[in-house]
């Protein structure tokens, strides 16, 4: 066995990508810098800018039924006063959140020194007797409405907490609402009937109140339901102003233009309608041909935007309903439109997707549109993945290793961006996505270079995909079709051509010369990838086939199958060479040791010849296999359950590896990636940051950061942390010692002052012990209470966290009889140095128990005392009694050493 690593390999979380929707309501500020999603029952608030986490907010352990911010912008015709209101940006300020609880919780937004987002709770509320459905929030951010199932429709007064109207429908499902104010108002001489009691106050108050009160005449609530029908409701004369029935399905989407004074609805009925708000006829029909969930106008009104099932964003003009955008293709069904949001004055519509991706939109190049032009499709500004899904497995790409390529169990591969912040690409952002297999993929396998990826899927095609992001191109070069059933490993070549050739001065325009595919139909086959033609096609095992991986050198490739085998193939022939039996269970994941791997020696002794490779397996075990005679040289043991993927860290430089050994990363089933030494076996350190199988693992070939993806949806980075461990380590020793030698120095000299703050800095009950009974031994000096001056000013001047470390070492002492006069002598000074009231607050209280402990022993010690007092009496009157006998003599003729002490004892 090889001599014991020096010290231990340590790696540190130091980002993590992880969902940030996961299905439901959205909600922007109206400056578009924060965005408002559901994850499960929290409330997350994002940075939409840098991608960074500014709040999250806990639920109440239901699913989040809708939420929606409120903000507080410019003064509008009507303001309220709301001084109490504490802005982030000049628009956040609230956060209205409603779950399947019944509960509608209101919180405030303030900003923090630590640049996040300080949630508070205002007030939680019961709203309705069912789940609230949609939120809607006026222009001046002081009502808000809700709606529920049971098709009651309640408008609150938001910094007040109570509710101004309830209007009444149908027990119909409330499916969208929309505050707007009409352009024409009601005849003058009316108030706005909110609520009684302020009727009554603004009937008490002055004429300066007129105007608002008459602003107030126009506004209304749009609520649409799952009937197809919208209702008009007037908030001055708290009634039901009018019923617009033509749509026959749930309206999805309400929007109001005072430029058109029009009044926008959509439907699940594949039509969208224009209402005159004068007569609430309706102006126009437009069939869609798709089930409508986002709709609003754009602008002045003049443009109307929708989105619906087919997940496109079509634009038409509002008064005569022509199509602006180009005829689009209907794209799949993870990418349909579930919701939009358009704030006004920002450049862009956000578009949610039912794989929970979020899209803006560009709307500039709606700017100059004119009534006879016909536009192409709106740019795509941004990608924002909600939710990865299930991580499957991930790569770096690039030279520079600044892109990650995740397969999130579907039929794309995501590419994000690991900058720190570069421009709109922050660290996380998603910056493509290759779009083109049928099913979801399971595989995926990067070259040399970085450019090159290549894909396995459940369509039983494997496809080979052009990365080339300085052109955002990200295109597939070719498509494999051969196998009978779905793949389930790939591999390319990862051997550096020479830096003379063409091929490493410009890897782009020379893709990998071939690729190696493995099935479930249990073959394996090598492409051609100039002719996407099979040069061969082998069975390979009696089981899936679950992963391939090349040599360095290209001689040799390892199949893993769930036949519980690992085959060593030829790349020229396609013939085995050997095979390696010794897992129990179906092997998962293989992985040849790197080029100038140096010799490991094994239980069976040193490993030499062609090479090592590793092994990971359903039987919760890795092994490290020796290719001169297939035999294993070393297993693993650690993981509870199965090892789904393993890697081997970057070597150490060749001057360093006397002293840092080689070793291996493993990911398994029980949601750990754990850090093996490949020279002893044992666990380096333990990885923990998923709730979920990691399914993928990844190692940077520079830093040796370790990358992990999970099926808990989150992708981890591991920073390699041993020198700075390392470092910190050999200080504090540093620091130790010399802090040891300082404390000699104290007690050696007598400063008993500076010996006692060391000790208790240092956390040193033995030398404490020491100190405190050399001082309590010597001759007491005259007035002092533990026997020297000195010591009780310094037992006198400690701070709260010394002092209740005292106590706990006091008590400690006087468990022990040797100690507790000791112990009794010091907790004597200090009660008679502080008041009773600094000691009972000590640690919040808790300083109680310690002092129940010392009185315990303390009184166990004074009965010990008083026993031994009684019992020198009987002593006293048998030594009378002998002496009077003369036998005194006699027993000290025996022993002339004995003391009353002696006798007590015996």
Known sequence: MANKSPYLTTFEAERTIQPIYTGGSVALDNTGSILATTLGEDALLTDLNTGRQLARIEGDGELISTLSCMFYPAPQPRELSNANLTTVTPSASHLIVCSRSLSMRIYSIQPSPSNELKCELLRTLKPHSTPVIVLAVDQTSTLLATGA???????????????????????????????????????????????????????????????????????????????????????????????????????????????????????????????????????????????????????????????????????????????????????????????????????????????????????????????????????????????????????????DRSLLALATNSEEIRIVSLAQQDGSAYFGADIAQLRGHEDIIICLDIDWSGHWIATGSKDNTAKLWRIDPANSSFTCYATFTGHAESLGAVSLPKDTPPESCAAFKSPLDHPPEYLLTGSQDRTIKRWDVQKTKALYTRKAHDKDINAIDISHNAQLFASASQDRTVKIWSVEEGEVQGVLRGHRRGVWTVKFAPKDTPTIVGDSGPAAGKGLILTGSGDKTLKIWSLSDYTCLRTFEGHTHSVLKVAWLTLPPKEDRGRKHIHVASAGGDGLVKVWDANTGEVECTLDNHEDRVWALAVHPSTNAIVSGSGDSTVTFWKDTTSETLAASSAAATQFVEQEQELQNYIHAGSYRSAITLALQLNHPARLLSIFTTVTTKVPEEGSLCGIKAVDEVLGSLSDEQLFTLLLRVRDWNTNARNASVAQRVFWTIVKSYPASRLSSLKGGKVKDVMDALRSHSEKHFRRLEELVDESYLVEYSLREMDGLGLLDGVNALDSDITMTDVAVR
């Open 149 to 399: 199932a049971d098709g009651v429709v309640k408008v609150w007064d938001i910094q007040g907490g109570y509710v101004t109207h309830t209007f009444r429908g149908p027990n119909v499902l409330i499916s969208a609402l929309h505050f707007f104010e009409l352009v024409a108002t009601s005849q003058k001489g009316e108030e706005v009937g909110i609520s009684s009691r302020n009727r009554q106050e603004r009937r008490k108050s002055n004429t300066d109140d007129e105007p608002e009160n008459e602003a107030a005449r126009g506004f209304r609530l749009a609520s649409g339901s799952q009937d197809g029908k919208v209702r008009i409701w007037d908030l001055y004369k708290r009634n039901c102003a009018s019923v617009l029935d033509s749509h026959v399905s749930d309206v999805r989407a309400l929007d109001y233009s005072r430029g058109e004074n029009a009044l926008l609805t959509a439907s699940r009925d594949k039509t969208i309608m224009w209402w005159d708000a004068r007569t609430w006829k309706v102006r126009k029909v437009v069939p869609v041909l798709e089930e409508v969930e986002a709709a609003g106008f754009i602008g002045a009104g003049n443009l109307t935007y929708t989105g619906g099932v087919n997940g496109i964003i079509r634009i038409w003009q509002s008064d005569n309903g022509r199509e602006v955008t180009q005829p689009q293709s209907p794209k799949s069904e993870p990418d349909a439109i579930v919701d939009g949001l358009l704030m006004p004055g920002l450049p862009f519509i956000l578009s949610v997707q039912s794989d929970h991706t979020m899209v803006l939109h560009s709307t500039t190049s709606l700017d100059d549109v004119d009534s006879s032009d016909t536009i192409p499709p709106l740019e795509e500004l941004r990608r924002i993945s909600g939710t990865h899904d299930e991580i499957i497995d991930l790569g770096y790409l690039l030279p």
